[in-house]
């Protein structure tokens, strides 16, 4: 005796929790729990010393320079100032491509951020981290 196909009823409306729409949707609108909403003012102020020290440091070494002092503490200086700058590059720039803006915004901050690394950190810092608003959680 063949077996009866069970019958299988094909509707158009999808469970709106399940549906691949809904998931793609609900997965778009979380928000990255790293972002700089969720940062608390200490942390915030932390982002800002490691934004600002290459533009101290860099004004420090090219005054020592100017002066005409060349001993190993100059060139420990200009060192720790490159080193300084590269590190903070990488936070930045990977907090760059964390905050929500547009594509053309982006490139225009990693230039500036590569060809003005003094300068542009310390803005990028107040821009996008220290004038982030905060998150506002609601506990029950």
């Given at each position: 005796?063949?077996?009866?196909?069970?019958?299988?009823?094909?509707?158009?409306?999808?469970?709106?929790?399940?549906?691949?729409?809904?998931?793609?949707?609900?997965?778009?609108?979380?928000?990255?729990?790293?972002?700089?909403e969720?940062?608390?003012?200490?942390?915030?102020?932390?982002?800002?010393?490691?934004?600002?020290?290459?533009?101290?440091?860099?004004?420090?070494?090219?005054?020592?320079?100017?002066?005409?002092?060349?001993?190993?503490?100059?060139?420990?200086?200009?060192?720790?100032?490159?080193?300084?700058?590269?590190?903070?590059?990488?936070?930045?720039?990977?907090?760059?491509?964390?905050?929500?803006?547009?594509?053309?915004?982006?490139?225009?901050?990693?230039?500036?951020?590569?060809?003005?690394?003094?300068?542009?950190?310390?803005?990028?810092?107040?821009?996008?981290?220290?004038?982030?608003?905060?998150?506002r959680?609601?506990?029950?």
């Amino acid at each position: 005796m063949a077996r009866a196909k069970p019958l299988v009823m094909q509707s158009s409306i999808a469970h709106p929790v399940t549906a691949p729409d809904s998931q793609k949707q609900r997965e778009a609108n979380l928000e990255e729990p790293h972002s700089a909403e969720h940062l608390s003012t200490g942390a915030r102020a932390v982002w800002g010393i490691v934004a600002f020290v290459p533009m101290f440091a860099g004004a420090a070494f090219l005054g020592a320079l100017a002066s005409g002092a060349a001993d190993p503490t100059v060139i420990g200086l200009g060192l720790f100032t490159l080193l300084w700058t590269g590190l903070a590059l990488l936070f930045f720039g990977n907090r760059l491509f964390k905050v929500r803006m547009r594509s053309e915004k982006r490139v225009t901050w990693a230039m500036a951020l590569v060809g003005l690394a003094p300068l542009a950190l310390p803005a990028f810092w107040y821009r996008y981290i220290w004038s982030a608003p905060t998150s506002r959680t609601v506990h029950d």
